[in-house]
């Protein structure tokens, strides 16, 4: 593990294709669109994490996709609304 990466993150690099700009889920989905990686004792959108992560800031809402690939789960392809 990077000293830069969290413990979800390099599990998270497992499950993911990076193909024409979009990081594509290959893992866990939650209600067969939300993806979930297990974090901390429980199952967290994997969304909100990296948005989380990238932006430094909390989520406000819900975290969209923009890209309008359901499994892509690029910080820069993702919003987040109220």
């Excluded at 004792?41 to 994997?46: C, V």
């Excluded at 989380?52 to 609304?81: F, M, S, W």
């Amino acid at each position: 593990m990077s000293k830069h990466q969290t413990d979800w993150e390099e599990r998270m690099e497992k499950y993911v294709t990076r193909e024409d700009g979009h990081w594509l889920w290959k893992g866990t989905v939650r209600d067969g669109v939300t993806p979930v990686i297990f974090h901390e004792g429980r199952n967290w959108n994997l969304r909100r994490l990296i948005y989380e992560r990238y932006n430094k800031r909390k989520v406000h809402g819900r975290v969209l996709v923009t890209c309008h690939l359901q499994n892509c789960i690029h910080p820069l392809h993702a919003e987040d609304r109220e």
